[in-house]
């Protein structure tokens, strides 16, 4: 069986590697024209710092056990989901299917994978 509390603490530092990474291509100008920091904050609900401090609490929580905690929060995660699913699309509407200089439909998608994973786990540990 997998450990989910050891996959969730995985998927966690990654997704919030690709965040870290996702913010140095807010600057591009295609990136600025799609609106995706704004985009980002009505799908999350609260800017980048603001985000990865509520993924660090979900962190502290999973490493806790403490499922009263994860049940009862709304997660960022969820959102982060359908940012991506949004950022897809405005992605393959654009004729270049790139952003800036190495963001591309691919990065997205493997932010986005990761992301769902993430989610189910994170559902997983809500229903424990």
């Known amino acids: 069986m997998i450990d989910e509390t050891t996959d969730a603490l995985e998927l966690s530092l990654q997704v919030r590697k690709d965040l870290k990474e996702l913010s140095r291509f807010w600057t591009f100008r295609s990136f600025e024209e799609m609106h995706a920091a704004s985009l980002f904050y009505e799908f999350l609900g609260?800017?980048?710092?603001?985000?990865?401090?509520?993924f660090e609490l979900l962190e502290r929580s999973i490493?806790?056990?403490?499922y009263k905690t994860?049940?009862?929060?709304?997660?960022?995660?969820?959102?982060?989901?359908?940012?991506?699913?949004?950022?897809?699309d405005l992605l393959r509407k654009d004729q270049s299917g790139k952003m800036?200089?190495?963001?591309?439909?691919?990065?997205?998608?493997?932010?986005?994978?990761?992301?769902?994973?993430?989610?189910?786990?994170?559902c997983h540990l809500e229903d424990r």
Request: charged share 30%.
């Open 46 to 54: 609260g800017g980048m710092d603001e985000v990865i401090t509520r």
């Open 63 to 66: 490493r806790k056990e403490d």
């Open 70 to 88: 994860i049940a009862g929060e709304n997660w960022p995660i969820y959102g982060l989901v359908n940012y991506y699913d949004r950022l897809l």
């Open 100 to 122: 800036g200089e190495d963001m591309d439909l691919i990065a997205v998608e493997k932010w986005r994978r990761t992301a769902g994973l993430y989610a189910q786990v994170v």
